[in-house]
């Protein structure tokens, strides 16, 4: 089975620009989320979809950042214009039920992201 | 709020050794999850081991076991006979459960542990 998937692994983008992340949950899982570790920082929640609805979008930042999950399968995760500070790790993850389930929740490798 | 607290920021352990990695949590819900990953520098999140507030048994997972004091908030991992392998980041998180919950999870800063041969 194959597990979370991100795209592209690694970015270097200059300041103002767009980056597009993407993520393929695990086939079937209802449930994708995306997190963020800034460096020298705890990994944070940015938000949540069920299928292609936004169930919490409480922890993005700012409206420069922008996921969208059409038809419920894979989601991007949009940063335009990107900021000094968006640098940092963006990981995906997929759970087949809601992690307040006790379930459990798989993570991608991440996304690394760095705005010059 | 709730909150998770990883106070030691790097470890080491000698190959075959146990270690403990900290971990405490502060919430008011009655009902939570606590969960720990492991990230190894390749740069995956690997989940290890789950604790539900309501178990009574301490979670085990193989060489990992959860060492879960509910009255201290704490739920430390145990690392039994540590292999080079294990040398990696690790995180511990919880998520509040209930219908109220999303699903998120509340990370701590991470523990890097370094096995030593």
């Known amino acids: 089975e194959a597990g979370v998937t991100q795209f592209p692994s690694h970015s270097v983008i200059e300041k103002g620009q767009t980056v597009t992340l993407r993520c393929d949950p695990i086939?079937?899982?209802?449930?994708l989320y995306w997190y963020r570790r800034v460096m020298g920082k705890e990994i944070k929640f940015l938000l949540h979809?069920?299928?292609?609805?936004?169930?919490?979008e409480s922890g993005m930042p700012n409206n420069r950042f922008l996921a969208e999950r059409t038809g419920g399968t894979y989601s991007t995760l949009k940063v335009q214009p990107a900021e000094l500070e968006d640098s940092g790790v963006y990981f995906c993850?997929?759970?087949?039920?809601?992690?307040?389930?006790?379930?459990?929740?798989?993570f991608g490798e991440g996304s690394w992201l760095t705005v010059v | 709020a709730q909150k998770i607290t990883q106070t030691q920021p790097g470890m080491f352990v000698q190959e075959k050794e146990a270690v403990t990695l900290d971990c405490t949590y502060d919430?008011?819900?009655?009902?939570?999850?606590l969960f720990w990953y492991k990230q190894p520098s390749s740069g995956e999140m690997i989940f290890l081991i789950y604790?539900?507030?309501?178990?009574?048994q301490n979670a085990t997972e193989g060489r990992y076991s959860l060492n879960f004091q509910k009255a201290r908030k704490s739920a430390n991992l145990v690392i039994s006979a540590s292999q080079l392998g294990d040398s990696a980041m690790y995180f511990c998180?919880?998520?509040?459960?209930?219908?109220?919950?999303?699903?998120?999870?509340?990370f701590g800063q991470g523990t890097t542990l370094q096995v030593k041969p």
């Open positions: 993850a997929s759970s087949q039920r809601l992690v307040a389930s006790g379930n459990t929740i798989y």
């Open positions: 086939s079937g899982h209802d449930n």
């Open positions: 979809f069920v299928k292609e609805s936004k169930q919490d």
């Open positions: 919430t008011s819900d009655q009902s939570y999850g």
């Open positions: 604790q539900g507030s309501y178990d009574e």
């Open positions: 998180a919880m998520t509040p459960r209930g219908s109220s919950n999303t699903g998120k999870l509340i």
